[in-house]
């Protein structure tokens, strides 16, 4: 299937890579020339422009945008609507706030262009082990994309009844899949700061604040490697946390600020206008602000493991 990647940052150039490495063909653009030059290297078609892009695709045409929220994937979905003809496809793959989408499903619906939003999770490692789809739009348009999202995702036995044991879904209409993926980063701060205030204590074990009696010189990174293995608690997440601390425990290399990048903001939004208690979630996303006041070890390793699945860095001293 032939394809236009838009934005070819940490995300949008893993999922070119993995889409052409299973067959299909891109189109790659990006404000980076050497973004495009590299990835035109691989195999990629480069395009110059979105108006090169569009050219370069044979009708019905689909358009991946990989962009940050906000005024990058506003413009340029908006400059696609007056590019695109009926029956093609723009989807919008960053992490976009799921109201959004509807507004801009209703204009393209206008041209008769289909909207489809994909909430995108897998970070770094779904280059190789594939990428975790939450998809949101009409039917019709995802059933044709079926052997795009079937290549970007994990994979596995297929079944008639659903796709998401491969690592894929069509969650409901335009909107579900950004707003799935929403609720997705809200879970995740929740499980990144449980983990990281677990840690925490553990290293705190030997600290001399504790009596003599009862300290432990623990060492967190054999620990968090023996719960990769039978535990309750393994997971992705814990992969990380082993990975980072069995380079450095003491985490010097992270000052523990600790950003957030709308999602978890946007759940707790919406769990407030629903009268939803998300407690655990809230406390959450109040301790990555208070981090950047006053940083702890647990904000460290939260540091770490985003800059671990994510390559996010860290955050600058903003309030």
């Known amino acids: 299937m032939q394809i236009g990647m838009i934005g070819l940052g940490r ?33 990629a078609t480069a395009a110059t422009n979105l108006e090169d892009v569009v050219l370069q695709l044979t009708p019905p045409r ?54 489809v939003d994909v909430g995108t999770s897998g970070g770094l490692l779904g280059a190789t082990s594939g990428y975790c789809l939450m998809i949101g739009g009409e039917k019709d348009a995802v059933a044709r994309l079926a052997p795009v999202f079937a290549a970007l995702s994990p994979g596995g036995a297929a079944q008639k009844a659903s796709s998401a044991p491969q690592g894929w879904l069509h969650v409901g209409p335009n909107g579900a899949g950004h707003f799935v993926k929403m609720i997705h980063n809200g ?10 205030e677990g840690f925490h204590i553990l290293h705190e074990a030997n600290d ?13 990174a054999e620990i968090a490697e023996v719960w990769r293995h039978g535990s309750i608690v393994e997971s992705k997440l814990l992969d990380v946390i ?16 600790v950003d ?6 946007w759940t707790i939004q919406t769990a407030i206008e629903r ?12 301790a990555r602000f ?21 390559g996010h860095a860290e955050a600058k001293s903003k309030r």
């Open 11 to 43: 995300m949008g150039a893993n999922l070119a890579r993995r889409l052409m490495q299973r067959g299909h063909a891109v189109v790659v653009n990006d404000q980076s020339a050497d973004a495009v030059k590299t990835l035109a290297g691989e195999g």
């Open 62 to 115: 689909v358009v991946w945008v990989m962009l940050p929220a906000g005024d990058a994937t506003e413009t340029t979905i908006a400059r696609l609507g007056q590019l695109l003809q009926a029956s093609d496809i723009v989807i919008d793959g960053g992490n976009t706030f799921w109201k959004d989408d509807l507004r801009r499903a209703k204009v393209l619906k206008q041209r008769g262009v289909f909207h």
């Open 187 to 196: 879970i995740e701060y929740g499980l990144m700061q449980a983990y990281a």
């Open 208 to 220: 001399a604040s504790v009596p003599e009696a009862e300290r432990m010189p623990l060492n967190i």
């Open 242 to 257: 082993a990975t980072v601390l069995g380079g450095d425990a003491s985490l010097k290399d992270f000052s523990g600020k």
């Open 260 to 265: 957030d990048t709308g999602e978890g903001r």
């Open 275 to 286: 009268a939803v208690p998300a407690t655990t979630l809230t406390a959450a996303l109040y």
């Open 290 to 310: 208070r981090s950047r006041r006053e940083v702890n070890f647990a904000d460290q390793l939260i540091s770490a493991m985003r800059r671990g699945f994510g």
